[in-house]
């Protein structure tokens, strides 16, 4: 497994890499997080991914966590079975999930798609196939945050 290296790039930032992705967690404000996901995740960070959302739920309790998969790759079947197992845990931890999957990326959608239903997240999990429909959704929340 890869080194994880996390750092905090200001005090609303947070990135987590190893080998040939990273996962930046910006807070738009409490209990809400932009998770953008760069590269392949293939299982290099365990649970590091998700320990991540448990710490800004134990701060602020239920999260609205965005996902920006425009540059993501994958991920792996292990890493979606992780997340399903996550999602379907923790279903009440979050006030939802939105996640941007270009419709090029046909294998990410179909994966996100999969999370969707196996975790029981389908009124939870938002997929969207628009990045301005993804920025319509997140100012509903975050008004002045322009994606």
């Known amino acids: 497994m890869a080194e994880i290296k996390r750092e905090i790039l200001n005090p ?18 409490p209990a809400t997080l932009l998770l953008t996901i760069e590269g392949d995740d293939v299982g290099q960070f365990g649970t590091a991914t998700m320990d991540e959302v448990n710490a800004e739920f134990e701060r602020f309790g239920p999260v609205m966590l965005y996902l920006d998969t425009r540059r993501a790759v994958g991920p792996s079947t292990t890493v979606m079975e992780a997340w399903t197992a996550y999602f379907a845990a ?6 939802g999930v939105h ?4 419709p090029e990326s046909k294998l990410l959608h179909l994966t996100v798609s999969i999370v969707q239903h196996l975790s029981g ?9 628009e990045p301005a429909k993804f920025q319509a959704a997140l100012q509903k929340d975050v008004p002045s945050f322009v994606f």
């Open 12 to 29: 609303e930032t947070v990135r987590l890499a190893a080998g040939e992705c990273s996962f930046t967690y910006r807070r738009l404000k």
């Open 90 to 95: 923790n279903r009440r931890k979050f006030r």
């Open 99 to 102: 996640i941007l999957v270009l």
């Open 121 to 129: 997240m389908a009124g939870v999990l938002q997929i969207y196939g």
